[in-house]
């Protein structure tokens, strides 16, 4: 069977692999998103943090011998604490200052990570194997789908529509809303407002450390991984919408199927797809697709 001329079987293996792609530009726009929407900061350290948590797991089986589903968990947390460790000593100073500061200081901050990872494994890249419980590919007759990239986008999806639940549907969320809004209000009610803060910021780069795990057995893990892929994000970023949770999860998983469409009908063009759609939605909403007008 073909489809403008192409086989089935070849596009719907383009289409898997843009929702590949798209889980994690979800997942990374999602940790801005939030980082942004809750702490009003540009984290343009988030590649690196997202290379970072690749790099943790490979060591983690590479140097201890845990299992993938050990740094699966064990990685996010580490990269957390880590972020932890930046908010604490470095962004909480800049909350009040122009978005300029933080962006500079989290660019400084990828130059610093991606050199010591360069310093101690070079450029090139780190083999990551599949684990065994997802190794092989299941035949669904139109097309053969690894088994592997279809976790992927399964777990991607639990993520984002779990952390979306938790900010915009539970007490929780609202907390955390109105701690950006009016925190000495919320700390009037026995709230830890700046706690809270950390504890965000935490979770945010966490996400770019469990995405950098999923791509891990992808992609090559070396110190540049992070470097190419976040200029597509920021772009998936400011399509949805600045600081909007579905609209970053939304828009992710949509341009990587756009994405990986235009593999197939116009390979040439995929590359530059995502920035000709920012271009067109900017002229036409300026705040993004789910962002609200000032």
Aim: with cysteine.
């Amino acid at each position: 069977m073909e489809i403008f001329g192409y086989p089935l079987p070849m596009i719907m293996s383009q289409l898997m692999l843009g929702l590949v792609n798209g889980s994690f530009y979800a997942m990374l726009s999602l940790g801005l998103a939030v980082i942004f929407g809750l702490l009003n900061v540009i984290n343009f350290s988030h590649g690196a943090l997202y290379m970072m948590g690749a790099f943790v797991a490979w060591m983690g089986m590479a140097y201890l011998g845990l299992n993938y589903w050990v740094m699966l968990v064990l990685a996010p947390l580490i990269v957390g604490v880590f972020g932890i460790v930046i908010e604490k000593t470095m962004l909480r100073w800049l909350y009040k200052l122009d978005h300029l500061y933080g962006l500079l200081l989290t660019f400084g901050i990828t130059l610093l990570v991606e050199g010591v990872f360069r310093s101690f494994y070079g450029v090139s890249g780190q083999p990551f194997q599949v684990p065994e419980a997802l190794a092989g590919a299941t035949d669904l007759g139109f097309m053969v789908l690894p088994n592997y990239r279809a976790w992927v986008v399964v777990a991607s999806l639990a993520v984002c529509l779990s952390t979306w639940f938790v900010i915009e549907k539970t007490k929780l969320g609202a907390y955390l809303r109105a701690g950006t809004e009016n925190p000495k209000l919320v700390e009037a009610f026995g709230i830890n407002v700046p706690l809270m803060v950390t504890l965000t910021y935490g979770f945010g780069v966490a996400l770019a450390g469990f995405a950098g795990v999923l791509a891990a057995p992808v992609i090559q893990v070396q110190p540049l991984m992070g470097q190419n892929l976040i200029i597509v994000v920021f772009a998936v970023v400011v399509i949805g919408g600045m600081g909007s949770i579905m609209g970053s999860i939304l828009t992710g998983l949509g341009l990587g199927v756009i994405e990986g469409l235009t593999k197939v009908f116009y390979p040439e063009f995929s590359s530059t797809v995502v920035f000709l759609v920012m271009v067109i939605v900017l002229l036409i909403r300026p705040a993004g697709l789910f962002g609200k007008e000032k």
